[in-house]
């Protein structure tokens, strides 16, 4: 305990009620939460009870004293923000000259349970490093109020690591004795949540005062509570429990910050953020969109319309063309009575709602005046989906109401097709083949955290008639440093996924990383099947079905999936291993509204074992999404390994989002703190949930905003 504590805090609150300091311009006014060393909502070392704009996606990296904290935060919810911290700790093992380094990966939370009022500052409450090593664990209460236009005061309390310095006996004993003591933490392999210490041992105040001086520049002064009790004392001498910062925005996302610590080092951070809400450009590049024809305003062919074959023909030369201009492929046509219907398959744009909206444009103007009703079918690899009829006389009253797009999804029907689809003449066989870059990335090896591989990939579709598909994927490297990894395995489980650098390391010369053939099926209105067989995914190949229920207005799924599969050479060719073993897995699906996913997964997973995996993602209206996974299976945590269990977070950034143009493509990444060999599932390509759900009713209403677009 160090008798600087409550002079310190005193000192800073003094300072932060007395400040007055010139007051800002009106557009400057705003003081900006910032990010902590630590990577989540803070001043330098201290946290505050403010939250970052909902959705924002930060990165920051921080260096002091032999420290190095790379940190993701995520701001999950307005109140809730989660962070990823992969922190490398020099001399932190006393007279050990060679093993002094600590690699460690850690969680946090940061909750705000009241926001600021004329007379109530915020509240915040959060969680450092319970799921880890336990190196910065730790718990606080916050209150933050903003004094002015250009000043805010922090203060709060702190315990485990946030009580280390001028503790006291924790006030939440008097609810009960057992808070009063911090127990030990068992650090087994890590990764298991310690609850026990939770708000349990000493506690102690932490506080600190910003000062937002100009509109790019905030200097910051704290008290920190922290006694870095895992560094060793030859790390660097903590003088004092001051802290002080100035940060400076260079970038409209990004912040630098210089830093003295603890009256005896100089710290560093650079922090950028990207909010998914927000284009890069602060818009789109789409093409205009056709305008609504009135049947009045058509032309002659239009009105004279036989009804002939070859005037059939014809037309649907001409939708045909127009929809491709429009980034759509026709897959069938037809028109019967007073309605047109078609069948379609989007292949630029994210959001459904948009090709739907697109294509009754062009029918607007395309199809005879007698027509009445668009019936517009939603098409995936020749399954029809989900069918909507539209009134031809809603689309040229709406075209240009302020209402138009709520109105039309309200008289618009949206229902599953209980029937095939009817592709038109010469649809089959067809064959498609892409060719783009790749980048595989791989993280945390304690040799070099991040490495990768760059190179192109070769992708093949042949589809001979509808719900068939023969598929291909072949890599070729052109630079990387995969292959230098030299990380050995030492599982005790099946190597079927920790033998990773192996396959890294053979598999750089024309990989095959999937050859397969698939049968799409619908045995019911509101059933899917698939049956796939080959090479599922570079580390195993055989055999994997597949049912799902989804209702098309429902926000529930039900699936099963049952697999065989044997583990792959090396090489990544055509042989195998001696390995194989049967999985397979029941899964619930719920979309929870507000861009938020759940899905459950029990069954048995590649190593033999039985468990189940939770996944909860945000998906934007544009394509972003960022989820986290965790996998308890019935192997103990010793056995398992380092992390003691799977775990990690999920990245998907679309295309379309960085060059402003329709664009199904994206880059997908996770990010696991450790890979072993418990909780490994099958990476099957073509997943039926992932096909059937943004093509139907709720995707589509959450959509609907881009249906005029």
């Not at 001028?166 to 030990?184: C, S």
């Not at 650098?501 to 059933?527: C, H, S, V, W």
């Not at 544009?622 to 299976?633: C, E, Q, S, V, Y």
């Amino acid at each position: 305990m160090q008798g600087l504590s409550n002079k310190g805090f005193g000192m800073v609150l003094a300072v932060g009620l007395c400040a007055t300091g010139p007051a800002l311009a009106e557009d400057e006014k705003r003081i900006e939460t910032g990010y902590n060393s630590y990577g989540y909502p803070g001043m330098i070392d201290m946290p505050v009870a403010t939250s970052r704009p909902d959705g924002e996606l930060a990165f920051s990296v921080s260096y002091f004293a032999e420290q190095l904290r790379n940190t993701m935060t995520f701001q999950i919810l307005p109140r809730l923000s989660g962070s990823f911290r992969y922190s490398v700790l020099d001399e932190v093992v006393s007279g050990d000259p060679v093993n002094n380094k600590l690699f460690d990966r850690s969680f946090s939370l940061h909750f705000r349970f009241a926001d600021e009022t004329e007379f109530r500052p915020a509240l915040a409450v959060g969680l450092n490093d319970f799921l880890g090593t336990g190196v910065y664990s730790s718990e606080y209460l916050v209150a933050t109020k903003t004094l002015g236009d250009s000043v805010r005061v922090t203060g709060g309390i702190g315990w485990g690591r946030l009580g280390g310095v001028g503790g006291f006996t924790n006030p939440l004993g008097i609810l009960d004795k057992r808070f009063e003591t911090r127990p030990a933490r068992d650090f087994q392999q890590g990764g298991d949540v310690e609850a026990a210490q939770f708000f349990r041992g000493d506690a102690a105040f932490f506080g600190g005062i910003e000062w937002q001086a100009t509109k790019k520049l905030k200097l910051t002064a704290e008290y920190s509570s922290d006694d870095h009790p895992e560094e060793d004392p030859l790390a660097f001498e903590r003088e004092t429990q001051l802290n002080f910062g100035a940060t400076y925005k260079i970038g409209p996302m990004t912040d630098l910050s210089l830093r003295y610590l603890y009256g005896s080092e100089i710290g560093v951070q650079i922090t950028t953020a990207v909010n998914p809400k927000n284009r890069p450009d602060h818009g789109g590049r789409d093409p205009a969109p056709p305008p609504v024809l009135l049947r009045a305003a058509q032309s002659d062919a239009a009105l004279s319309w036989s009804g002939s074959i070859e005037a059939q023909t014809d037309l649907r030369d001409r939708l045909a063309a127009a929809l491709q201009d429009q980034g759509m492929r026709l897959h069938g046509f037809s028109i019967a009575g007073r309605s047109a219907r078609v069948e379609i398959e989007n292949t630029v744009y994210h959001q459904e709602a948009q090709a739907i909206g697109r294509t009754a444009r062009v029918l607007s103007r395309l199809m005879p005046t007698q027509v009445d009703g668009f019936e517009i079918t939603l098409v995936d690899v020749g399954l029809p989906v989900t069918e909507l009829h539209i009134a031809r006389d809603d689309m040229e009253r709406l075209a240009h109401d302020v209402d138009g797009s709520v109105e039309s999804f309200v008289r618009t029907r949206i229902f599953s097709p209980d029937g095939p689809s009817r592709p038109l003449a010469g649809r089959y066989p067809d064959f498609q083949w892409d060719l783009t870059p790749y980048l595989s990335p791989s993280y945390f090896d304690p040799d070099n955290p991040v490495r990768a591989d760059l190179g192109a990939q070769l992708e093949l579709t042949y589809q001979p008639r509808p719900g068939l598909e023969f598929s291909g994927i072949l890599r070729q490297k052109a630079v990387g440093n995969l292959d230098e990894a030299t990380r050995k395995s030492d599982s005790v489980l099946p190597r079927v996924r920790s033998e990773f650098t192996i396959y890294d390391r053979e598999g750089e010369n024309l990989a095959l990383m999937q050859l397969t053939a698939a049968q799409y099926f619908k045995p019911g209105r509101d059933l899917y099947g698939r049956v796939t067989a080959g090479y599922m995914e570079r580390m195993f190949g055989g055999i994997s079905g597949e049912l799902l229920w989804k209702r098309n207005d429902s926000p529930f799924a039900l699936g099963i999936e049952a697999n065989y599969v044997k583990q792959r050479d090396f090489d990544q060719r055509f042989g195998f291993r001696d390995y194989e073993v049967a999985t397979g897995h029941a899964s619930a699906y719920w979309d929870m509204g507000n861009g938020f996913h759940a899905q459950l997964d029990a069954g048995r997973y590649l190593a033999g074992d039985w468990g189940g995996t939770f996944t909860l993602d945000r998906e934007f209206g544009n394509g972003w999404r960022i989820g986290a996974f965790a996998t308890l299976t019935d192997v103990p945590f010793d056995t398992f390994g380092e992390g003691s269990f799977d775990k990690g977070i999920r990245l998907t950034v679309p295309l379309a989002w960085l060059i402003g143009e329709p664009n199904k493509r994206d880059f997908s990444t996770t990010i696991r703190p450790v890979q072993r060999d418990g909780g490994a599932r099958l990476d099957v390509p073509g997943r039926l949930y992932d096909r059937v759900r943004p093509l139907q009713k709720p995707a589509l209403r959450d959509g609907w905003g881009r249906f005029w677009r």
